[in-house]
């Protein structure tokens, strides 16, 4: 089987390594109605522990959930799991786009300014040549644009719709309308187009590999050091499993 399941902390992890990466994008493609993939980040994970929430049932919904944070590599070998394959979301997208491109299929874009986004059209259609964009809108919209938008990807129906910064609901925006797609996968990525059209700068693979890309954050976003007390309540629960719930994942 390609894709092993685990449950971390109460929250489901893919175990998706990279020669088998393109595989499940097809079998992903060959799946009817809404798919979802999920970059889980530690944030996210916390996140997704409160079982009720709409968060949570997005993450558990999701069809491939990529981690991306050193942190929930290290929480799964801290308590002798079967450990993933971690993925920097921005290599990560590349990879996506360019089996899309392989086997020449849509892509839809949903975020950013209007300068941002058009850029981004433009970069990928330069190199993603085989890769057809068959529809964009800029994010941060009023509401009463949004049923357009819904309607306006059913009728392209893309193979998948990138989302970045500008769209409300971010990871849920997909799971909260997942009904009124007929067959697309959605991956939201924030900073995908500011990347793309060279707005920001993608952290180097260097400092991804150390885990070190939360300081790019914190210099951009000062504020950001006050995500020590959510990290020392994941490393404090990280402790509760390993003391009271031994061996507690599970594969599916």
């Keep these: 089987m390609a894709i092993q399941r685990i449950t971390l902390l109460g929250v489901p992890v893919d175990i998706c390594r990279p020669e088998n990466l393109e595989s499940e994008i097809m079998e992903l493609m060959a799946r009817p109605g809404t798919k979802q993939i999920v970059f889980l980040t530690v944030w996210k994970l916390l996140r997704a522990r409160s079982k009720k929430s709409t968060f949570a049932q997005c993450i558990r919904d999701a069809d491939l959930i990529i981690p991306v944070s050193k942190s929930i590599l290290m929480a799964a070998r801290f308590l002798k799991c079967p450990v993933p394959h971690r993925y920097n979301p921005f290599y990560a997208v590349i990879q996506i786009l360019t089996i899309l491109e392989r086997h020449v299929r849509s892509l839809y874009l949903l975020g950013g300014r209007k300068r941002t986004v058009m850029q981004t059209e433009r970069n990928i259609n330069s190199t993603f040549r085989a890769l057809q964009v068959v ?118």
Excluded: M
């Design 135 to 252: 529809g964009r809108y800029v994010g941060y919209y009023p509401k009463s644009v949004e049923e357009n938008i819904v309607q306006a990807i059913y009728k392209a129906s893309p193979t998948l719709v990138l989302l970045s910064e500008g769209v409300r609901d971010k990871d849920c925006w997909a799971y909260k309308r997942k009904n009124r797609f007929s067959s697309s996968i959605f991956l939201y990525y924030r900073d995908i187009f500011g990347i793309f059209s060279e707005r920001k700068k993608r952290v180097s693979e260097e400092v991804f590999d150390k885990g070190l890309e939360i300081w790019s954050e914190i210099f951009h976003n000062p504020f950001k050091i006050f995500l020590i007390f959510p990290y020392a309540k994941f490393l404090a629960i990280l402790l509760f499993h390993k003391l009271f719930r031994k061996n507690d994942y599970i594969n599916f």
